[in-house]
C-alpha cells in the first residue's frame, strides 16, 4: 500500500492544469456516509453551524469532520476505510480495505493492496499505471500510446490516432490505418473494409458485408445455438430490408422507421420509430408513444414458448410494472422478487418517493419535495430536512461537504430512541432521549 501511495503523491501535482470531470458527481461510498452520519453509537458532536464539524462514533473509534467547504475527512482504522474531501467535487480520495482511488478534476486514478496494478490519468489526454504483471503502460493521446485493457479492447495501441492503432478483443486483432476508412482483422473473425466503400468480416457462424455503407448492407447467417439461427438479411436504404432466419423474420419498410419482427419469442412493431413502439414477449411487453407515454410490464414464470408458456405466464408475478409520461419526467416504477417489493414515484425534479420491502417489513422510505423538504429512513434511522437543494439522490459528497449549507431545519430520528434536531444551519442543535419505560403497575 505505501508503494502504490507514493506512486498517487508523485502524479497528484499535475491535476491542477485540468477542468471537472462531470461523471464523477454522483460517486457514492454508502458505508463511509454512515459513518458521517453518526455510525452505531455517537460518542462525540461538536459543530458550528455549516463550516465545522466533528463526529467520533464506536466501535472502533471511527471520526468525521469537516471545514465546510474547504476540506473533509472520514477515518475509520477498524473499517480500514478513509475518506478525503477537497472542495469537493475538485478533488476527492478513497482509501479502502484492498483499494484505493483518487479524482482531481479530470485526473484520476487508483491502486490495490494485493496486487501491482496502478493506474493515472488525465481524461482524455493521458494515461499510465501497470498491470498485474507489473508490466508499465502509458499513452499522450493523439500521439503515442498502450493501454492493456481500455473500454472493451485489450492490448490497444497507437500512432498518431486516427492514422494508426491496433487492438485485440477475444484473441483476435484488428488494425487500422485512418480509421475509419481502412480496416482489417485476423482470423477466425478475419474482416477487411474500405470506408464507406466496401467492406466484409466475419462474426462468429456470419458473414457481414456492406456497399457505400449505409446503403447497402447485407449477411448470412449459419446455424449456432446462441442466436436466430441460419438465414440471411440485407437492407437497401432508405427504402427496403428483411431479415429471414430459423427463428426470426423481419421486414423492414423506410428502414429504420417502419418495421414488424416476430421471433419464437416476441413479437415487435415500430410505426413508426422512435416515435411508436409495441412489443410483447414471454418475459416483457412494452408500449412506447415517444416522448408522452411508455408503460412496461415484466414477468417471472417457468414456460419456455407456445400457449403453455403464456398461461404460464398469466399466473406468474409480475417483476416489473412501470410507467413513464414526458419521456422520463413522470415515472412510476414497481419491481418485485420473491423477497423483495420496490415501489419508485419520481416526477423529475419536484417530488420523489422511494420504498423498498423485505418479508419483515419496510426497511428504505425516501421521500424529496425538491426544494423544500427531504425526508429518508434506511435501518431504523429516520433522518428529515429542510431545505433540500439536491434534485437526486445518493451524491454523498454532497451530504459531507454541501448540504449543511442549505439545512434550515434537520432532524433525525435514532434506532435506540433518541432524536437530534438542529435549526439555522446547523448553528442550534439539541438531542431528546427515549422515554424511559413504564414500570408494571403505572
Known sequence: MAKSRLKMLRALPTFVCCIAAAHALLASDGEAERIRRGGKSLVSNWHVGPFFEYRRVEPGGATFWAVRPFYSQISDDAGRTHVYDALWPLFTLHDHADASWWRALIAYGDSRANDPTWSFNVFPFWFSGADRADDGYWGFFPFYGNHPHFLLMDDWSFIL???????????????AVLWPFITWRDAPREGLGIWPFWGTARQRESRHGYALWPIVTWAKYDEDRDTSGAGHSWWLLPFYGEVRRARESQTMVLPPFFSYAKTDAAVRWRLPWPLVEVLRSRERDRISVWPIWEQVRGYSYAGTSGAKGAAERLKGPVEERTWRFGWQLVES????????????????????RERRWRKGGLVDDYMRIWPFYSSETVNGRTRRRMLELMPV??????????????????????????????????????????????????
Open 161 to 175: 490516432w486516427p492514422i494508426w492503432h491496433t487492438y485485440t478483443v477475444k484473441g483476435v486483432r484488428s488494425r
Open 333 to 352: 416504477t414497481d419491481l418485485e422478487t420473491k423477497n423483495t417489493l420496490e415501489k419508485r414515484f419520481n416526477f423529475f425534479p419536484f417530488f420523489t
Open 393 to 442: 439522490r445518493h451524491v454523498e459528497g454532497i451530504e459531507r461537504n454541501w448540504a449543511p449549507y442549505w439545512s434550515l431545519w434537520e432532524s433525525e430520528d435514532r434506532p435506540d430512541g433518541r432524536t437530534r434536531y438542529s435549526i439555522f444551519f446547523n448553528f442550534i442543535a439539541w438531542q431528546t432521549d427515549a422515554p424511559a419505560p413504564a414500570e408494571k403497575g403505572d
